[in-house]
């Protein structure tokens, strides 16, 4: 997909777990290669054939060069699904705001699609994606087609791009001035008249972008029980058991991988280092 960001498809191998296998979007799950370590990854698409997934992996260190390295019928080992994922129950009825930064925009798409896999049952949908140009930008063609076509299936798609002088991004700009824009994602959220009633916003990107998303939409009136955030930390065991992704203190503490990793802004309020 980009010089770093792979896409991998995989499917199980065992029968039986293909039965059971089955995820929500915003879980997780630890994926390991043999002799060099795991690293947990976000599935990036919805559930639709059973014991098939796809994860978007960007690499930055032993496990995920490992994963790059492999060709194509190797075997990779997995556990889980973890986490609680996106409240997608919760959110139906509602319009979406899904807002991401970079690769923040992997788990996001299983909520994209898991909506539109389910039209009825969710109000408009706007998606505000940051990118630092557009050799950046993953899932290039088909998040094209939502911000040209994406009307037809009420769907926004909106994009932000930090390098100005990135020739591909200033074209869409010109194609369409109203969702295309120079700047960081949150720019997306100034120019855009969104109205939070009946609305939750979904956020995930890198740790910096969530202060300035978070301050921009409670500017207005986003509650913070109506912004869901998906949160990063270290973790080993991804199942409560070894502490390595505690966050909080004494009133309340949260295990990123047990209780998230999706938080609302309400829980990053009480619990303090998660945000
Ligand atoms: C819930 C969750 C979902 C994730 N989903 C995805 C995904 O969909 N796609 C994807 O590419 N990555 C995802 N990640 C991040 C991914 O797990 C890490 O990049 C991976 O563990 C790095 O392992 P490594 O052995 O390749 O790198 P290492 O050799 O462990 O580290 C390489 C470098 O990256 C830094 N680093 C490693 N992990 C993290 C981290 N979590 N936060 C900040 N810095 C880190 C290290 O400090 C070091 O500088 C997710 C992480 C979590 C917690
Ligand atoms: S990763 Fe072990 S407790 Fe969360």
Redesign the pocket.
Known sequence: MTSIEKLFYLRLVDSKAVEEFHYNPGQ?LEISVPGV?E????V?NVQKTPGELQ????K??????AIHRLKEKDLLWLRGPY?NGFPMGVMENHNLLLIAGG?GI??LRSVLQHALLHRDKYGLITVMYGVRCYSTMLFREEFLKLFREGDKLGVEFLLAYEDKSDAECYQLACERSDRCMSGLVTKLIEATPIKPDNTYAVICGPPVMYKFVVKELTQRHFTPAQIYMTM????KCGVGKCGHCITGSSNSIKYVCKDG?VFTYLDALKTRGLL
Do not use: Y
């Open positions: 997780f370590g690293a947990p990854i976000s990036c994860l978007c992996i960007r930055v260190g032993r496990v995920t060069n986490g690769l992997a788990p990063e930390r270290r973790m990793p």
